[in-house]
């Protein structure tokens, strides 16, 4: 009989993989050698194979790795970024860390991506790149999104932190762009054991520059030809991480399941606004998220009836007080705005049983039909 089901649990994946990552967590125990080692090396090579990508570098975290994305292009103080108006706030602030200005670009309103036909009206002279999400885990209409920049001669920075693994028509996330960042946050669908992060790319040169600015801007011990970060992603998370990659497409189609069964038992809740996936984009449920003008009130009542939701994001960067010097008032972002204030993601993560996906879908339709 179920009666809570929280927003998130990692139990069920931990518990397939627990041998295998016990044993590798193990092996890099014993060998007694914890950055920069055997264990980051093959990761890399896997992770870059299986996005497509010539090279992968691990870093310290998702943020590390934008940044030091930015960084790779030599994007600085005086450049423009075009970011989402919609995103976590890590977008921004990898922009910010590298004293550039954040060019914010709204959502389209029905996939919560950065709306492509809007990044013209952003562009001027001073614009250096764009950096599109592929948020919730659907990925950004990349092959128009690329056109704009290739006929502006800008760079794209993916930022594919909650997309592993998602396509647009042929092409995998995080292959797109000439460097793109992503996370391996425990929450995210290839999750570590603490922080992580990665870039990949098809450019040697970029990966030879990245590859320093992680190490102390060094590519030879004591020698520092760039200022550079401490951000290397440890062989404890780089095995665990390896271990993961070979279940991902597994609990990706679970996901994807689960997404389906949401979208069949809750399709007849009319003031429920399910979740849109644009022609040619694949997307791979990182989260579920409905809008509802009543989304408080939702949460709430999920709540007491033990039921796990969450919003991605109350409160747009824009109107955060960390970027109040930028001069925004409620009302600049309006798409992104109503977003903030109907969304909530519901649970979905691998290990749900139909049981749990119908005691959720239950609860919605409870509240609505008080």
């Known amino acids: 009989m179920i009666n809570v089901v929280p927003f998130l649990s990692l139990e069920s994946q931990h518990a397939e993989i627990r ?17 920069l080692g055997e264990a980051l090396e093959r990761f890399e090579n896997e992770y870059a194979h299986f996005n497509g990508a010539k090279f992968c570098i691990g870093v310290a975290n998702g943020l590390d790795a934008l940044y030091l994305s930015l960084r790779a292009l030599s994007i600085g103080e005086g450049d423009e970024i075009i970011v989402p108006s919609h995103t976590f706030i890590a977008t921004w602030l990898a922009v910010t860390m590298t004293g ?4 914010p670009v709204e959502p389209d309103i029905h996939t919560y991506n950065i709306d492509v036909q809007k990044i013209k009206e952003a562009i001027t002279p001073k614009t250096r790149a764009i950096i599109p999400v592929h948020l919730y885990g659907q990925a950004c209409e990349m092959d128009a999104l690329m056109k704009i920049a290739r006929d502006n001669n800008l760079f794209v920075i993916e930022d594919n932190a909650q997309a592993h693994g998602a396509e647009y028509n042929t092409g995998k996330t995080g292959n797109f762009g000439e460097v793109n960042a992503t996370s391996f946050y425990p929450g995210k669908n290839l999750g570590a054991l603490g922080d992580g992060g990665a870039i990949t790319t098809n450019s040697e040169n970029f990966a030879v520059k990245i590859r320093a600015l992680r190490n102390y801007g060094s590519s030879k011990k004591y020698f520092n030809d760039q200022i550079g970060v401490n951000s290397r992603l440890d062989e404890m998370q780089a095995a665990v991480l390896q271990i993961k990659l070979k279940y991902l497409h597994k609990w990706t189609t679970a ?28 997307h791979v449920y990182h989260l579920f998220v409905v809008r509802t003008p009543q989304r408080n009130e939702l949460q709430e009542y999920l709540s007491s009836h033990g039921v ?36 909530l993601s519901l649970p979905l993560y691998p290990g749900m049983t139909e049981e749990m996906v119908s005691f959720v879908c239950n609860k919605v339709r409870a509240f609505y039909g008080r």
């Open 19 to 35: 041998n295998e990552a016990l044993r590798a967590i193990e092996d890099v125990f014993d060998k007694n050698w914890f950055i």
């Open 255 to 282: 996901r994807r399941a689960i997404a389906s069964q949401y979208m069949e038992q809750l399709q007849a809740v009319d003031a429920l606004i399910l979740p849109t996936t644009a022609k040619g984009s694949s």
């Open 100 to 103: 550039a200005k954040v060019v």
């Open 308 to 343: 796990g939701a969450i919003t991605h994001y109350p409160v747009p960067p824009h109107l955060q007080q960390a970027y109040i010097h930028l001069g925004y008032k409620k009302g600049d972002f309006p798409i992104s705005e109503a977003i903030a204030e109907s969304c």
